[in-house]
């Protein structure tokens, strides 16, 4: 199983960037995907997830009205849209799937595939 990230980069406070992440080896449309980040020094932690269909999103409360999570399940990709950030928004961000839906409470832990990260920096 590969879960691949794109997409990361440098950007200005208040401006956008788009995450991708493509999955192979693992049937995709029958695991949670989800987001989580990690900056530095700092632990990781949950930032987004959607389910199997695509029908129910859940967002940590520091991202709730500036990112918004989609899959496409034809192309074995998740997206992340991100908007307004901060520089606190600065960390890796990795994908990852799980096969039940934990919604916001997810923890990182059941979840037996992570990508390998892409960095996201935002500059003052």
């Known amino acids: 199983v590969q879960l691949q990230a794109s997409g990361g980069g440098l950007v200005q406070a208040g401006g956008s960037l788009r995450l991708s992440c493509a999955a192979s080896g693992l049937t995709f449309s029958r695991y949670i995907m989800g987001w989580f980040r990690q900056a530095p020094g700092k632990e990781r932690e949950f930032v987004s997830a959607?389910?199997?269909?695509?029908?129910?999103?859940a967002y940590a409360d520091s991202v709730k009205g500036r990112f918004t999570i989609s899959r496409d399940n034809a192309k074995n990709t998740v997206y992340l849209e991100m908007h307004g950030l901060k520089p606190e928004d600065t960390a890796v961000y990795h994908c990852?799937?799980?096969?039940?839906?934990?919604?916001?409470?997810?923890?990182?832990?059941?979840?037996?595939?992570w990508g390998q990260g892409t960095l996201v920096t935002v500059s003052s």
């Open positions: 959607i389910n199997w269909s695509g029908t129910n999103t």
């Open positions: 990852a799937a799980r096969s039940t839906w934990a919604g916001a409470s997810w923890d990182g832990r059941a979840t037996p595939y």
